[in-house]
């Protein structure tokens, strides 16, 4: 099973900026779609930024114009970075890769998490 480590998460201000990072174990970036996910409190996980197989992307609407998720497929890593933070964006993030959908139920993998904090 592909493992996926995710790093990168911590405590900011509102309006700062932070970057995560997810490795993945072997080379799936040309086979798996790569996404981020995140889930706050009492709330369901869900999709915020992902990546296609073919480099196409997709963001969620409250993120459109801050985030951007790319990949760097030489060193099998896929980032997310975070910018104009807001309280809001506060969550546990999770990596995860995907053979057909980026949906909570046909993800194939996830990472640990990373926590974001964002103060205001």
């Known amino acids: 099973q592909v493992q996926l480590v995710e790093s990168g998460g911590g405590l900011v201000q509102a309006g700062g900026s932070l970057r995560l990072s997810c490795a993945a174990s072997t080379s799936i970036l040309s086979i798996y779609h790569m996404g981020w996910f995140r889930q706050a409190p009492e709330k369901q996980r869900e999709l915020v930024a992902g990546?296609?197989?073919?480099?196409?992307?997709y963001y969620t609407d409250s993120v459109k114009g801050r985030f951007t998720i790319s990949r760097e497929n030489a060193k099998n890593t896929v980032y997310l970075e975070m910018n104009s933070l807001k309280p809001e964006d506060t969550a546990v993030y999770y990596c995860?890769?995907?053979?057909?959908?980026?949906?909570?139920?046909?993800?194939?993998?996830w990472g640990q998490g990373t926590q974001v904090t964002v103060s205001s």
């Open positions: 995860a890769a995907s053979k057909l959908l980026l949906s909570r139920s046909t993800v194939d993998s």
């Open positions: 990546i296609f197989r073919g480099g196409n992307t």
